[in-house]
């Protein structure tokens, strides 16, 4: 297998040559800086983020405990009964202090926390009687690989049923003790399944390590993010406050997630909220990425304007601060006089649904709207087009055609594509890299109902019902100006949301109009396919291993 670096810098330099820049903002980018962290709790919106939603009494109850939890204030409280208790007496193997979710951010969670003579690493297993669910096990994350002082978060643990958690203190020798508890989990906050239905074509050994995050199973009434493993069983439930999540980004001590349209949560190893961001003016979607400088950049839109979904904003998670870097409206004008407004009644010209940060200031933006993949340059400084990758044919009446790298082979463009990802590879020229997507397959752009998608290839404009999606990499060459198709296979269609990941040699897409995810191997055969129930549709399943964070790194 080519060794790959995902969403990376390293082409800098390279990125450089090759296209000049095709159109320039018509003004210098429009920043508003604010600053949204909300540590002293004073910039809570006056109406809850899931106003709208319809819930039970208990369901009620249940989300104002949701509201603590991403409060600041409420979570350097609990982190202080915390430390009291650590200094109270002396914990170890025998006597640990062990407390259930204490910072409310998963509910299948323990906090535990002891000491040992002799320096140490630790895993631990979670075994229920149910032998329908498999025994979890996991390494626990440690500053060092060995040390003295304990403090871990256990996932995985099985609702309305009792766990038996064996924790296992290897020595530096390879010696090993071993501690047994018995913990009886009560229920989750939500109605989702702890098994999901479940069909295992190959063996499962062919799957790849982690965890399947579900960012998105958009409900009525109170939303979530959930952890499933490769059996299908839950082994995390995250509440939101609203909205969705739509990706886990990580620095060194943190991971990062959407929490409503409005606000982003920072969360340590322990699972405290350590900072509640505010957007302000703005309300989020679809996508963030950090930058190589730690800046969160974030596809959001502009409340106080006539469109939506077609602003980037940069948030320092240091500070707080917020600032507008791009409207497309700047750099689009002339097109985006020509759009209507959608069935919704909104102007959603560009419908910008993924972003990745190329490195030097570089992004590629998907537009679901326009079937088109825009790269920017100078996004801090004068942004401007510097190509895009769509259809000649729609874009041919406008300014805009000779942005167009040219496609190279017989193909049909992708259509309606969501969570584009770019790849380098060491294997490639200066200049080349891949981009691969969930490609939806259908032709439609409601703010543009004079154009017919089906002439060049694009038949499908239902939501649901369409033949099949598609799995699709392009080798982009920026040199020669060119891109062409090099791998794609077929998956269950559908029409808007769904995502697609690499993971090792395995590709997961998820066709989240029919609430379904699989795993494929190599061959692009599928491994496995897990059902979930859904209200609307799954938004996005990306897989992760969270080692580093939860979990100490494989060898």
Excluded at 340 to 349: A, I, P
Aim: charged share 30%.
């Amino acid at each position: 297998m080519k060794k790959r670096i995902m969403t990376a810098g390293m082409l800098a330099m390279i990125l450089a040559v090759g296209i000049t820049a095709c159109t320039k903002a018509d003004n210098t980018t429009k920043t508003e800086n604010t600053s949204t962290s909300e540590s002293d709790g004073k910039k809570e919106q006056k109406k809850s983020d899931n106003e709208k939603n319809v819930m039970t009494t208990e369901q009620k109850k249940i989300y104002e405990k949701i509201k603590l939890t991403y409060k600041e204030e409420e979570q350097k409280k609990v982190a202080e009964k915390l430390e009291k208790k650590k200094e109270s007496q002396d914990y170890n193997l025998n006597n640990m202090l062990i407390e259930y979710n204490p910072f409310g951010t998963n509910t299948q969670s323990l906090y535990v926390y002891f000491k040992t003579d002799a320096a140490v690493k630790v895993s631990y297993t979670i075994h229920v009687k149910d032998d329908s669910i498999s025994d979890f096990s996991r390494d626990v994350y440690q500053d060092e690989e060995y040390q003295t002082e304990h403090e871990f978060q256990v996932i995985g643990l099985i609702p309305d049923t009792e766990n038996t958690i064996t924790f296992y203190v290897t020595n530096e020798d390879g010696s090993t003790n071993t501690k047994e508890i018995v913990y009886e989990m009560g229920s989750l906050y939500g109605e989702e399944k702890v098994q999901l239905d479940t069909d295992i074509k190959q063996s499962a050994d062919q799957l790849e390590d982690g965890l399947y995050v579900i960012l998105g199973n958009d409900s009525s009434s109170m939303d979530f993010m959930y952890y499933y493993d490769n059996s299908g069983v839950l082994r995390g439930e995250v509440p939101l406050l609203g909205y969705r999540s739509h990706r886990l980004l990580f620095d060194d001590n943190f991971m990062y997630y959407s929490i409503s349209e409005k606000r982003m949560a920072q969360v340590n190893r322990l699972g405290q909220v350590t900072k509640v961001y505010n957007l302000g003016d703005y309300s989020l979607h679809h996508d963030y990425v950090f930058d190589e400088n730690g800046n969160m950049l974030i596809l959001a839109t502009d409340t106080t304007q006539d469109s939506v979904e077609d602003i980037v904003l940069k948030l320092d998670v240091n500070s707080g601060e917020v600032t507008e870097v791009l409207d497309l409206g700047d750099l689009f004008g002339d097109y985006k006089k020509t759009c209507v407004k959608n069935s919704s009644d909104e102007l959603d010209w560009m419908h910008i649904n993924t972003i990745q940060y190329m490195g030097n200031g570089s992004v590629l933006l998907s537009s679901g709207e326009t079937s088109t993949i825009i790269k920017v340059d100078n996004l801090y400084d004068e942004p401007s087009i510097a190509y895009m990758i769509g259809e000649k044919d729609f874009w041919e009446d406008t300014s805009y055609i000779s942005c167009l790298l040219n496609k190279k082979g017989d193909f049909t463009i992708q259509g309606g594509q969501h969570t584009i990802t770019y790849e380098t590879d060491e294997s490639l020229a200066d200049g080349q890299y891949y981009l691969y997507m969930f490609n939806n397959n259908i032709g439609i752009s409601e703010t543009r109902p004079d154009y017919d998608w089906s002439s060049i290839g694009l038949k499908t404009s239902s939501e649901v019902d369409g033949k099949n999606s598609k799995y699709y990499k392009y080798l982009v060459d920026e040199n020669e100006g060119t891109f062409e198709l090099v791998d794609s296979f077929k998956v269950p269609y559908s029409g808007y949301v769904s995502s697609a990941q690499d993971i090792g040699d395995n590709v997961l897409t998820d066709s989240g109009l029919k609430g379904t995810f699989t795993e494929y191997d190599e061959d692009h055969k599928a491994i496995a396919t897990y059902k979930m129930d859904y209200e609307k549709f799954i938004y996005r399943v990306f897989k992760y291993n969270f080692e580093g964070f939860y979990f100490g790194k494989s060898e």
